[in-house]
């Protein structure tokens, strides 16, 4: 079973960057698909960036489509969220997430960690 932890998060202003690592432990993080998801107060969480097990695959939400850059190094099990031009709205717990390659959903997830952006 892989365990997840997030690091990264803060206060930040408009228009400023953060950059949110993901460390993996117990497995090595080449045999899954990870993803970013984050959940705002008062809302349901939502998906924002996935990379495939190798990195050959991206996807992100439209809402943060060239703003957001999802990577991931495998020799050190870790997974990253780049985060420029934040908004007010972009405000949430980013939690990320691990699948096997096979299966569609996440079952191994991260306690998470807040970032709030002031405008």
């Known amino acids: 079973q892989v365990q997840l932890v997030e690091s990264g998060g803060g206060l930040v202003q408009a228009g400023g960057s953060l950059r949110l690592s993901c460390a993996a432990s117990g497995r090595t993080l080449s045999a899954y698909d990870m993803g970013w998801f984050r959940q705002a107060p008062g809302k349901e969480r939502e998906f924002v960036a996935s990379i495939r097990w190798n990195g050959g695959t991206t996807r992100y939400a439209d809402s943060v489509k060239g703003r957001f850059t999802i990577s991931r190094d495998n020799p050190s099990n870790t997974v990253f969220l780049q985060m420029n031009s934040l908004k007010p709205e972009d405000t949430a717990v980013y939690s990320c997430?691990?699948?096997?390659?096979?299966?569609?959903?996440?079952?191994?997830w991260g306690p998470g960690t807040q970032v709030t952006v002031s405008s």
């Open positions: 997430a691990a699948k096997l390659i096979f299966v569609s959903d996440y079952p191994y």
